[in-house]
């Protein structure tokens, strides 16, 4: 597929790779400013805003949402090979971040905030090719310094403009894009995977911990309806809290992540985040839970998640935190705390509006007095075992999504600076 060639530097591009500012091969127009609220209420046209433009690689139509536009402002139609540029962010690494337009489209229209660049020639710039490029490191580390502001950052057009790019042959724009897309491709498939796989593994925790396995007969109880072998048993009853202090134990402090449970605050923040003195967090074992009870995307009344990654380490009082008892499947717990279920018993001990500094005011008492299913034993290692098998299909889906973003990373690296060249009709291009 490719042919290794040297480069001095990453900026340093095939001597056959012409290099031109951005003025010369494009020139860039502005999106549109709302001039009253009628300007962009429901109607026929579609609208490219700063989040289509930031969360994907090429611009997607079908999540364009509709609009009506003023019949002065439709000289500002993108057009097909259109780069969209973000011009303004509270973060300068959200400035500058690109999508490229690949479909014929009509009466679709760029928001403010954001700025368009249209290439003379699509013949001999492809905009595949410069879709990646834009998002590529060379120009990400060229476009970062041009932001400029304290509260807000923004991108000045006539700057960026002014910017260099290499032009490839064309021939070699299509096989550099061609191979990215195809990366882009299996990521994509993969993340499909993982999101069925996902849905799957929901409707399971759904369907087995309130159902069970082969159950006929049900009984009602105060969280709902239930097998009738099963009991329904408070927090306290099947668990210990656990008040126990560091003291120098461990310098592991964990934080609660939604997708990926209690980890090292250096590991999900690249920073401790933590006191220096860490003697009075609490300390936890492998096996272990902690509930944080700060409201986050996708938990309303908070998060509880089982130590899993690391053998201990410590947490910050303000989760409360306890130890399944031995007589109990810790798995069982740890699906029945990753579903929804809980969710009411701990909303009704909520109090509507009540929060401290973002954190739900649930006392530690009413906490524990929650009631949980409990299935007999078999039971609980029969349904986690099921739960499991489809977690770690999840797993694998999601390992191997990482390598295929690390492998994309490593592409756009040395094929966009043409480090390594691609093969075009069975030739290695040379220097």
Known sequence: MVGKEKITNANSFPKDWPIKKLADIGSTYGGLTNKSKEDFAEGNSKFITYKNIYNNTFINTNELESVRIYKDEKQNKVKYGDVFFTGSSETPDEVGISSVLLEEVDDVYLNSFCFGFRFNDLKKTIPEFYGYYFRGPVFRNEVYPLAQGSTRFNLSKSEMIKLKVPVPPVKEQYKIAAILSSVDEAIEKTEAIIEQTEKVKKGLMQQLLTKGIGHTKFKKTEIGEIPEQWEIRKLNQVSTRITEKNKGKTDRVLT????????????????????????????????????????????????????????????????????????????????????????????????????????????????????????????????????????????????????????????????????????????????
């Not at 309303?300 to 201990?312: Q, S």
């Not at 690390?406 to 069975?426: F, N, S, Y």
Request: aromatic content about 12%.
């Open 256 to 431: 609660i992540s939604g997708l990926h449970g209690l980890v090292s605050q250096t590991e999900y923040f690249n920073k401790s985040v933590a006191s220096k003195n860490i003697d009075g967090y609490y300390y936890l074992r492998k096996g272990d839970f902690a509930y944080n009870k700060s409201y986050s995307d996708g938990y309303p009344l908070g998060a509880i998640k089982m130590l899993e990654r690391y053998p201990d380490g410590v947490v910050s009082t303000l989760y409360i935190c306890f130890r399944i008892n031995e007589n109990m499947c810790k798995d069982y717990f740890r699906y029945y705390f990753e579903s929804n279920l809980w969710n009411s018993e701990v909303s009704a001990i909520a109090p509507e509006g009540g929060r401290s500094h973002g954190l739900l005011n649930v006392g530690v008492n009413d906490f524990f007095n929650i009631f949980i299913p409990i299935p007999p034993i078999e039971e609980q290692y029969k349904i986690s075992s099921i739960i499991r098998s489809v977690e770690n299909k999840e797993k694998l889906e999601l390992e191997k999504l990482e390598k295929l973003k690390t492998i994309k990373m490593g592409l756009m690296q040395v094929l966009l600076t043409g480090k390594v060249r691609v093969k075009v009709e069975d030739e290695v291009m040379s220097q």
